[in-house]
C-alpha cells in the first residue's frame, strides 16, 4: 500500500515554481515564452478512499538561475500507526534561456516499516546526455533528447499547460535506468473546491497504460496553474486523492 501512496505523491505537480524568471516551456516541439511565476510552499493532504493516508509539502527555492525543488512526504492518523512511512525528494535544475529546465541532480529516499526503504541518486550532463546513477542500482547510460527525473518532469508538465498546450508528451530517466514516455491531455476546465479555496481549473489527465488506472489533475488558473488535486483510481478497488490544504509564500 505504501508504494502506491507513492506514485501519488511522486505525480504531484509543483506547487511552486521559478520567482521572477522567465523560462521557455517546450511542448509539441514548439519553444513559447511564460510568464513569471513566484515562489510557493504548499501542503497537501493524502486520502486513500475516506482515511486519511499522508500529510506532503513541497517547496522551491532559486538563486539567480539555479534552483532546487524540494518534497517532504510523511503518514500520518491510521496509516501511520501500520506503516510508519516518509519520502524525502529532491531535483536540482538549472533555467537556461534557450533549452528551459536543464537538470543536474535529483534524490528520493523513502523510509517504511517492513524494510519497505529505497535509495535513488540520478546525475545528468545535459551538455553530454549522460544520466548516471549512484544509489542502491548503479548505472551510466546516454539519453537523446529532452529528459528529465520524476520531480522536474512535474514542473515541466505545468509550464506547458501554463504555455495553453493541450496534449503534452516528453521522456523521464527511472532509476533502473529505463525511459519511460509520459503523455498528458487537457480534458476541459471546472470549478473544483478545497480547504485552500475555492478555484477555476484546468483539468488533464494523464494517457496510456492500463485503462483500469486513472490518473487526472485539476490546475488553478488564479494559482499560476498550481496543481490543486491530483487523484490516481485503480478502478473498482480505491482511489488515492491529494488536495491542496495551504498555499503559503516562500520566505
Known amino acids: 500500500m505504501w508504494n502506491r501512496c507513492r506514485r501519488v505523491l511522486t505525480v504531484l505537480l509543483p506547487a511552486f515554481a521559478l520567482p521572477l524568471i522567465a523560462a521557455p516551456a517546450i511542448a509539441g516541439g514548439e519553444t513559447q515564452v511564460v510568464r513569471d511565476i513566484p515562489e510557493f510552499e504548499a501542503v497537501y493532504e493524502l486520502r486513500r478512499n475516506n482515511t486519511r ?118 521522456s523521464v530517466v527511472d532509476s533502473d535506468g529505463e525511459l519511460d514516455r509520459y503523455r498528458f491531455a487537457v480534458v476541459g476546465t471546472e470549478t473544483v473546491s478545497t480547504p485552500a479555496g475555492e478555484f477555476e481549473a484546468v483539468k488533464v489527465e494523464r494517457r496510456g497504460g492500463s485503462r483500469r488506472r486513472i490518473t487526472t489533475m485539476w490546475f488553478a488558473l488564479e494559482l499560476e496553474y498550481m496543481p490543486i488535486i491530483v487523484r490516481h483510481e485503480r478502478v473498482d478497488r480505491e482511489t488515492y486523492t491529494a488536495t491542496l490544504q495551504e498555499l503559503k509564500q516562500a520566505p
Open 53 to 170: 493516508a499522508a500529510h506532503l509539502t513541497r517547496r522551491l527555492s532559486c538563486e539567480a538561475d539555479e534552483c532546487r525543488f524540494e518534497s517532504e512526504g510523511q503518514t500520518v492518523g491510521i496509516i501511520d500507526l501500520v506503516l510508519r512511512g516518509r519520502i524525502t525528494e529532491w531535483t536540482s535544475f538549472r533555467l537556461d534561456g534557450e533549452r528551459g529546465l536543464q537538470p543536474r541532480e535529483y534524490y528520493y529516499r523513502q523510509r517504511a516499516r517492513g524494510g519497505n526503504n529505497e535509495y535513488v541518486r540520478l546525475f545528468f550532463n545535459p551538455g553530454t546526455g549522460q544520466v548516471s546513477s549512484r544509489g542502491d542500482d548503479r548505472w551510466e547510460r546516454e539519453v537523446e533528447g529532452e529528459a528529465m527525473d520524476e520531480l522536474l518532469s512535474q514542473l515541466r508538465l505545468m509550464l506547458a499547460v501554463r504555455a495553453g498546450e493541450t496534449r503534452m508528451e516528453f
